[in-house]
C-alpha cells in the first residue's frame, strides 16, 4: 500500500506566512519514510486541500494520512477538516483516509517556547556575546540551564547525566526525550569499562573524542579500523562501506566492550547482524548514526538484539552526542 502525507494547516496572505508548512513538508520527505509528502492550506494560499487530493491519487496513493499542522483544536481541527475529509472519502472510496492528530499540548512545544525565551534573554543580557569565560563555570551554568529547560525528575539516575551530557554538546534538548536505554545498559557500560574491555568506534572521530586516558587506567583501548588498509581493501572488494567492514574485522576486540557508532548507519547495521549471528558479542552497543538515509531504520532494528544498547528515535546523532554519552559513562566508571 502506497502512503501519502498531507500537511493541513490554516493559510496567510502573506507568502512568507507560508514557507513553514513548505519547509517541514521537506524535512518529512528526507526521512524517506513515505511514499508522498505534500503540503495544502485551508484558505487565503495555495494549493487547496482539494487540489493536493486530487494530485496525491493521481500518483498512485491508496492511503493518505492528513496532518493538522494547528497548535490547538478550534474549528478547523473538530469541523472543517473531517467535513473536507467527509467530502474526498466520498470522491475517492477506493482511497483510504486516516485523520491524524493537531500538534497540541507538546512537551517539544513548550522546549521549543523556551528555547526561544532564552535566546532572546540572553541576547538582551550580553548582547550575543557570553562572558563567561572558566570552563567549569560555563560548564556548571551549561547544566543549570538545562537543568531549567527540561524535567528529568523521573528519569533514572544512571540515565540522568547522560541525557545531560548529550543536550550539552549539542544544544539539543530534544534528546531530553528521545534517548532510549535498555534497561540494563548504563550499569552494563560501566561494568565493561571498569573490566578493562575496550570501546570500538566506527569513525576517527567518535575515537578522538572519548577521554583515552581513563580507558587506559582502566586497563582497556580505543579501537578505531576504519583507516586500516586491510579495512579500505576488503571493504572495496566486497563492495561495504568502510565503516562496516570495520565492524567485522574488529569483533575480537569488541568482545565484552562496547561499540559506539556516531556516524554511519551502515555500521550499526553491521555490527547487529553480525551480533544476530553470533559473531560479534560486545557488552553494550551505542547507536547513534546521523543522517537522512538509514540512520531511523538501524536505531529501529537496534532495539531487536539481545544485548543492551543505547540509541535515540530520529535522524539526529553523529560524533559529538555519540561521544558525549560514552564520556559521561566513562565518568560514571570512575565515580561508582
Known amino acids: 500500500m502506497k502512503t501519502g502525507i498531507i500537511l ?8 512568507s506566512g507560508n514557507d513553514g508548512l513548505f519547509k517541514v513538508a521537506d524535512m518529512l520527505r528526507a526521512m524517506n519514510r513515505w511514499d508522498i509528502v505534500e503540503a495544502a492550506f485551508l484558505q487565503l494560499a495555495e494549493p487547496g486541500f482539494e487540489e493536493v487530493v486530487e494530485k496525491t491519487i493521481e500518483r498512485g496513493i491508496d492511503r493518505i494520512v492528513v496532518v493538522p499542522l494547528l497548535l490547538f483544536k478550534g474549528n ?3 469541523k472543517d477538516i473531517p467535513e473536507m ?19 497540541g499540548a507538546d512537551e517539544r512545544i513548550a522546549l521549543i517556547a523556551a528555547d526561544r525565551i532564552h535566546e532572546v534573554l540572553v541576547e538582551k543580557q550580553y548582547g550575543g556575546k557570553q562572558r563567561i569565560e572558566q570552563p567549569q563555570a560555563i560548564v556548571d551554568e551549561s547544566f543549570e540551564i538545562i537543568d531549567k529547560l527540561v524535567d528529568l525528575e523521573s528519569v533514572p539516575e544512571l540515565h540522568k547525566s547522560i541525557i545531560q551530557r548529550a543536550i550539552h554538546a549539542t544544544g539539543d534538548t530534544e534528546y531530553a526525550y528521545n534517548l532510549i536505554f535498555h534497561p540494563k545498559a548504563v550499569e552494563v557500560g560501566i561494568n565493561s569499562l571498569r573490566n578493562g574491555k575496550n570501546i570500538v568506534t566506527d569513525v576517527n572521530m567518535v575515537k578522538s573524542g572519548i577521554s583515552k586516558g581513563h580507558i587506559e587506567k582502566f586497563g582497556g583501548k580505543i579501537v578505531c579500523k576504519i583507516a586500516d588498509k586491510s579495512v579500505i581493501d576488503k571493504a572495496k572488494n566486497l563492495g561495504k562501506t568502510r565503516a562496516a567492514t570495520a565492524m ?22 553491521e555490527i547487529i547482524d553480525l551480533i ?3 559473531i560479534a558479542k560486545p557488552a553494550l552497543v551505542i547507536g547513534i548514526p546521523v543522517g537522512f538515509v538509514g540512520a531511523v531504520e538501524a536505531k529501529h532494528a537496534l532495539k531487536d538484539i539481545p544485548i543492551p544498547y543505547i540509541t535515540n528515535t530520529n535522524r539526529k546523532g553523529g560524533s559529538a552526542v555519540a561521544v ?3 564520556n559521561a559513562i566513562i565518568k560514571l566508571a570512575k565515580e561508582h
Open 8 to 15: 493541513i494547516s490554516h493559510g496567510s496572505k502573506l507568502s
Open 76 to 78: 478547523h481541527v473538530y
Open 85 to 103: 475529509l467527509e467530502t474526498e472519502k466520498r470522491k475517492y472510496p477506493q482511497v483510504e483516509f486516516i485523520y491524524a492528530n493537531n500538534i
Open 248 to 269: 567485522r574485522l574488529a569483533t575480537d576486540e569488541m568482545k565484552d566492550g562496547i561499540v559506539v557508532i556516531g556516524n554511519a548507519p551502515t555500521a550499526l547495521f
Open 276 to 278: 544476530k549471528k553470533g
Open 324 to 326: 558525549s554519552i560514552v
